[in-house]
């Protein structure tokens, strides 16, 4: 168990800054059976596809952008689902660049860093007919005693007789010489909300967990620009979202029920926006 004040500056992440609208995903069925992870920054409206699956009675759906850069990591937090639910399910997902099957393929993986006790592999399998699946983990958030507390799993994609792993890395962009790879891939877990490493108030305002709920809930900001690893978030989207987190606060006081909140001195104050969105 790491404690999050020491490492989530460096990890801080759920990945990415948006820019290029060019497609970087690996084209499929294009002879072979490559394998290789292929998260990317969601978008809100257009999509390349969609994934669906089922897990424990529950009905879920991955979709993947695309106009958006691919991603290596990924924060998850539990600070938007209540104390009583005490696991989580996430898909990481993996594609195939050559052939669909008509069965389902097995992905086989290793698991380079991670505590056993801290998650479960549900399964890993590409679906019949498809060129897009992922591998299925149960997040658990029993070991998170604290808010501070975090910890991290990496996985690693292994050839089997289903697939091959030729690919380490794609470029992340075409104008950066950054790399990002496609083999490995980190998930890291976090028990809270805390102020990120990049927090612009001038489009922000004040920093705040009630604030950071609004705008992840409500006005839709994604968490791969809260917490970005590895790279710096993309001013143009914060500067979007916070022009909405203005529009949003206005119209609520305007309607006379403004958004407030309890500070960290105990005092109900109203909820503000930045300066310059």
């Given at each position: 168990m790491k404690n999050i004040l020491n490492t989530v500056v460096l990890f801080a992440c759920a990945v990415a800054v948006l820019?290029?609208?060019?497609?970087?995903?690996?084209?499929?069925?294009?002879?072979?059976?490559?394998?290789?992870?292929?998260?990317?920054?969601?978008?809100?409206?257009?999509?390349?596809?969609?994934?669906?699956?089922?897990?424990?009675?529950?009905?879920?759906?991955?979709?993947?952008?695309?106009?958006?850069?691919p991603l290596d990591s990924l924060v998850c937090t539990f600070a938007r689902i209540p104390e009583s639910?005490?696991?989580?399910?996430?898909?990481?997902?993996?594609?195939?660049?050559?052939?669909?099957?008509d069965a389902d393929r097995e992905v086989a993986y290793e698991i380079v860093e991670g505590d056993a006790d801290n998650f479960e592999i549900i399964n890993s399998y590409i679906p019949a007919t498809s060129a897009d699946g992922g591998i299925f983990i149960r997040l658990l958030r029993d070991n998170l005693e604290t808010e501070f507390d975090t910890y991290?799993?990496?996985?690693?994609l292994k050839e089997n007789d289903n697939f091959t792993v030729r690919y380490d890395s794609i470029p992340y962009s075409d104008n950066t010489p950054e790399q990002t790879s496609v083999k490995d891939f980190k998930v890291i877990v976090i028990n809270s909300l805390v102020k990120p490493q990049y927090w612009m108030a001038a489009y922000m305002g004040t920093w705040s967990t009630p604030k950071a709920l609004l705008l992840l809930n409500?006005?839709?900001?994604?968490?791969?620009e809260l917490y970005p690893v590895g790279r710096t978030p993309d001013l143009g989207v914060m500067r979007a979202y916070g022009g909405l987190l203005q529009k949003y606060l206005q119209q609520m006081a305007a309607a006379g029920t403004p958004v407030t909140y309890i500070n960290e001195k105990g005092e109900e104050v109203e909820m503000?926006?930045?300066?310059?969105v």
């Open positions: 820019g290029s609208c060019k497609e970087d995903k690996l084209s499929t069925f294009k002879g072979g059976a490559d394998l290789f992870f292929t998260y990317q920054r969601p978008a809100p409206t257009i999509y390349g596809y969609r994934f669906s699956y089922n897990i424990d009675d529950k009905s879920y759906e991955w979709r993947i952008s695309q106009n958006a850069r639910q005490r696991d989580s399910i996430l898909l990481v997902p993996v594609s195939v660049m050559g052939y669909a099957s991290e799993i990496r996985l690693r409500v006005i839709g900001y994604p968490e791969t503000d926006w930045g300066t310059s």
